[in-house]
């Protein structure tokens, strides 16, 4: 049952301290600053390709620069996709994240791998499905059952299984940082959920026109996320983009009518450019949304703040992305969609 949630969905978003411990559980030694993982065997692989559609796709996006940035290339794909746009394979692993482990376009894209000599992989939370039976690995995110149609805790599991994906298969200077951060995730989720606004934002902009999402580098996925999330049961249009992109076009759009949602976590580089694309949209009298972890000073052009705790920027996106999840189900609430089963969609599309 629903334990006394509205619906499935709050109740899978709130279950995602205890999801995301079952997916570390085992797999991590603080101490040792290392990543175990079983049935991995020898594989350092030289390249690695993603394919997944949807919220998976957004996962694999964020996983294959978790690869990238330990010096693996690495790139996502859509599964749909894959099979025109004919990839070089060469010894790259191919690994699809799926949550179900039946997605056709996946499964198919893994086939077309295989039959092209590349071993594969599935990153899913169903032991037992397709993809896991077809590939010659699976990595189980151990998200428990997701009942909702709309992906919530099984896209931070895969996000925390990524991380120990990339950190089990490489060697990065900075595993320790890395490790606690994930270590710390699941009690700073909790914090999130315990501490956001996003209700209060919700009820603010639940008639706005469009949404739009904005975030670079590990934030980018994220931006997308939270968009896809939005339209799936809002039925409201939301765009997620990278925030340089804004200007070459997404910004003509962007009215008093329309709220931005930035996602700024760290003090580097990244943060402070997207504080630029802020202020350009704030100068446009659009409505801000900082999604902050504080190291930046976008608080000062937004006229809402969602607080996340100060972290590595990896586990940052999840925090980020939790609440966002929370506002996407608190507009559709007050909306009065039918959450957990929106119009025209599957839980699991099993056609191509
Ligand atoms: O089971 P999968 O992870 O392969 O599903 C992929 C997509 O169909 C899925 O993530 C979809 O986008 C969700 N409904 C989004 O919330």
Do not use: W
């Not at 990839?87 to 996946?106: H, K």
């Not at 949602?261 to 943060?271: C, H, L, N, R």
């Not at 000062?300 to 966002?324: G, K, S």
């Amino acid at each position: 049952g629903k334990s006394g949630y509205d619906h499935y969905m709050l109740k899978e978003i709130h279950e995602q301290p205890r999801a995301l411990r079952q997916c570390l559980r085992g797999r991590v030694d603080e101490m040792a600053g290392t990543v175990d993982i079983e049935d991995l065997g020898d594989l350092s692989p030289t390249g690695v390709q993603f394919v997944a559609c949807g919220t998976s796709y957004h996962a694999a996006l964020y996983g294959a620069q978790l690869f990238r940035n330990a010096g693996i290339p690495a790139q996502a794909f859509l599964a749909s996709e894959y099979a025109t746009s004919v990839p070089p394979i060469g010894d790259a692993l191919v690994v699809g994240v799926t949550q179900s482990g039946e997605t056709a376009d996946t499964l198919s894209a893994l086939r077309a791998a295989r039959k092209r000599g590349a071993r594969t992989m599935t990153v899913t939370n169903v032991v037992g499905s397709t993809a896991a039976r077809e590939c010659d690995h699976a990595f189980y995110i151990r998200a428990g059952p997701e009942i909702g149609v709309a992906a919530s805790k099984t896209f931070s599991s895969q996000q925390v299984a990524l991380n120990l994906l990339a950190l089990g298969m490489t060697r990065t200077v900075d595993t320790r940082d890395v490790i606690t951060s994930l270590r710390e995730l699941p009690g700073n989720v909790q914090r999130v959920l315990d501490e956001s606004a996003a209700e209060a934002v919700a009820e603010v902009y639940q008639d706005a026109d469009a949404y739009f999402f904005i975030g670079r580098g590990y934030q980018h996925p994220v931006a997308l996320e939270g968009a896809l999330k939005m339209k799936e049961i809002t039925y409201k249009h939301a765009e997620g983009f990278a925030s340089g992109e804004l200007k070459h076009g997404p910004l003509a759009l962007v009215t008093e009518h329309t709220p931005v949602f930035a996602v700024v976590t760290g003090d580097g580089e990244q943060a402070r450019k997207t504080v630029g694309n802020v202020k350009e949209v704030e100068a446009r009298d659009a409505p801000v949304v900082a999604i902050s972890d504080g190291q930046t000073d976008v608080a000062r052009y937004a006229d809402h703040v969602l607080e996340i705790p100060e972290t590595h920027p990896r586990a940052a996106a999840v925090l980020a992305n939790t609440h966002l999840q929370l506002l996407s189900y608190h507009t559709a609430a007050l909306l009065g969609r039918n959450i957990d089963k929106p119009r025209n969609l599957a839980k699991s599309v099993t056609v191509e």
